[in-house]
């Protein structure tokens, strides 16, 4: 009896490995042979679908801000009207479905990579230019009040990684309160 052959890994399996290494143990574990012994296999699988290190975390953040956006667009085209629309994209921040401990992981990251810095700008910049848009239509003209809405999803995300409670109703409450300024 011959024993089976391992599974060969491809780019996303490495991809998606990394995105959990880097919620579970910071960016410093996101390097070639930490990420093999993590995996049960060779560097040379590591080398073979990546150029070097720099261009695995290249990829790990171009895989997050896709999945990023595509969550950003899903939420904004799963509701009609400004109002819910601007409820939903902020309950979506306070409280995503996936990727909540990745992207306090790369809020981390942002701290000292240049790159992470860049992708988690674009990501807050688009975020932050929907909730704007969404308010300008409910008639809040203030672009203040994106940047405390989104903050305060920010937090509330970080917040509830911590403890419970209900984040979706305290941002939904938060957006209720900005409304009533109209």
């Not at 024993?3 to 410093?28: F, H, I, Q, V, Y």
């Not at 390097?31 to 080398?47: D, I, L, N």
């Amino acid at each position: 009896m011959t024993a089976a052959r391992p599974k060969r890994l491809t780019r996303d399996d490495w991809l998606s490995a990394g995105a959990k290494r880097l919620a579970a143990a910071g960016a410093e574990a996101l390097k070639a042979e930490p990420m093999a012994r993590h995996m049960k296999t060779t560097k040379g699988s590591f080398y073979w679908h990546f150029k070097d290190v720099p261009d695995y975390h290249a990829q790990i953040l171009s895989a997050w801000e896709k999945a990023a956006l595509a969550d950003l667009s899903s939420v904004l085209e799963g509701e009609t009207g400004a109002v819910p629309r601007l409820r939903a994209l902020a309950q979506s921040i306070a409280e995503p479905e996936t990727g909540t401990a990745t992207e306090s992981a790369i809020r981390s990251w942002a701290t000292t990579s240049a790159a992470a810095r860049a992708t988690l700008a674009r990501v807050d910049e688009a975020r932050l230019s929907a909730l704007q848009g969404l308010l300008s239509e409910t008639g809040i003209g203030n672009p203040e009040m994106a940047r405390i809405i989104y903050a305060a999803g920010i937090g509330m995300e970080r917040l509830g990684q911590t403890g419970t409670g209900d984040n979706r109703g305290s941002i939904g409450s938060l957006v209720d309160l900005v409304l009533a300024l109209r």
